[in-house]
């Protein structure tokens, strides 16, 4: 994973910890910090992991039409 993936990751799992925390689905640490549990960031790295692998996995459709080029001179 790319920097960018770790990142949107993070911000992933914090997101659902937040809504939990609105939601009252969690509780706030005894001092008060809100940072989302590990298995949070752990399971968004695995739900980001198979995002990837499936877009990997995914052929290009060679139906498609071939682009025009961009200058026809004939």
Not at 10 to 35: F, P, T, Y
Not at 44 to 52: D, F, I, P, T
């Amino acid at each position: 994973m790319s920097g960018r993936d770790i990142r949107d990751v993070c911000q992933q799992a914090e997101r659902r910890w937040a809504s939990k925390i609105i939601r009252g689905q969690a509780h706030k640490d005894v001092e008060g910090s809100s940072l989302p549990p590990l298995q949070e960031y752990i399971d968004s790295a695995m739900e980001r992991h198979q995002v990837l692998l499936a877009s990997a996995t995914q052929k290009p459709d060679n139906n498609s039409s071939p682009k025009k080029p961009q200058y026809d001179f004939l």
